[in-house]
């Protein structure tokens, strides 16, 4: 009975000692957020604040955006736990994850987890299908995006018969480009497609539905501020205007965010087991011929 009791004493005197060494100014440190690379970091720094300035004052502690150049920059600054949490495009997230990040919640679309990417041409041209496409010019996003290249082959776009395939690397250049006559047509994601029809594009394809962007964590993060931060998401309310202007400031198709579900995803790892190096051989193949856009 003495060594027992002596034990509990022993036990609460160290749970003391911890408590009192913890460094409460930990709870301060600034979480770092960051993001794939989906347009150029002027636009996406414009995405993100309302964002980070909810989740400072939902945490109580600094969260500061923290772009990526690219999508492989920003796989890469999760899984090395150089950014915290990280809004990814579905290949992000599953490239990240083989690093160790983990999936918290993803954002709803008319309450689906799900977007679709666009292909557009310019409303004025003569093309009205993917078919129209052979000897043109054609525009994806970031190179390592293989959820575009892997649509693409599975829409039959004639791939072998065009006459340039450029890779601009962010969803707003593509729209751009298209626009300007520097493109027939490209792929982008939804919002950015639909954002673009009042200013002279028009859609020739879209893809069946596809899992969600995400916000992801770094395997580093510590478990209680995992559960505060995914609380933080799950309280944005689309019905309320406040959040309803910083969940459509990361993307206007948005209405609110749910859990996530790694699952989802599988269909993505799926893709990139097929495509993934049959799409590398193409970037390789169009870079020599492509404009440089950085």
């Known amino acids: ?106 954002p709803t679309t008319q309450g689906r987890k799900t977007f679709h990417l666009m292909v557009m041409t310019r409303d004025s041209g003569p093309i009205r299908s993917l078919a129209d496409l052979a000897g043109k010019r054609f525009a994806f996003g970031d190179p390592a995006a293989v959820l575009q290249y892997a649509m693409m082959r599975q829409a039959r776009l004639p791939f072998h018969e065009l006459s340039e395939i450029q890779y601009l690397r ?51 993060l510590d478990g209680r501020s995992v559960e505060r931060v995914r609380e933080a998401f799950l309280k944005l309310n689309g019905l309320d205007p406040m959040h309803r202007a910083i969940i459509r400031a990361l993307d206007p198709t948005y209405d609110g965010f749910v859990a996530g579900s790694d699952h989802d995803y599988d269909i993505v790892r799926s893709y990139i087991g097929r495509f993934g190096a049959d799409a590398k051989r193409t970037v390789a193949d169009a870079m020599p011929r492509a404009v440089g856009r950085n």
Not at 175 to 198: F, I, K, P, Y
Request: net charge positive; hydrophobic share 45%; glycine share 6%.
């Open 170 to 220: 962010y969803h707003d250049v593509v729209a751009r480009a298209v626009a300007q006559g520097d493109v027939d047509a490209g792929v982008m994601r939804e919002s950015t497609a639909l954002s673009w029809r009042a200013r002279g594009l028009r859609a020739i394809y879209t893809t069946p539905p596809l899992p969600s962007y995400c916000i992801a964590v770094s395997a580093r």
């Open 1 to 106: 009975m003495r060594r027992m009791v002596q034990c509990i004493v022993g036990l609460s005197a160290l749970c003391m000692s911890v408590l009192a060494n913890a460094d409460p100014a930990a709870e301060f440190v600034p979480l770092r957020f960051g993001s794939a690379a989906m347009d150029i970091p002027a636009e996406m720094g414009r995405r993100i604040v309302p964002l980070t300035r909810y989740l400072s004052d939902a945490l109580g502690r600094p969260v500061v955006p923290q772009l990526s150049r690219s999508m492989q920059h920003a796989v890469d600054q999760l899984g090395k736990s150089e950014v915290d949490i990280a809004l990814l495009t579905p290949v992000a997230y599953v490239r990240a994850e083989e690093q160790g990040a983990r999936i918290i919640v993803q």
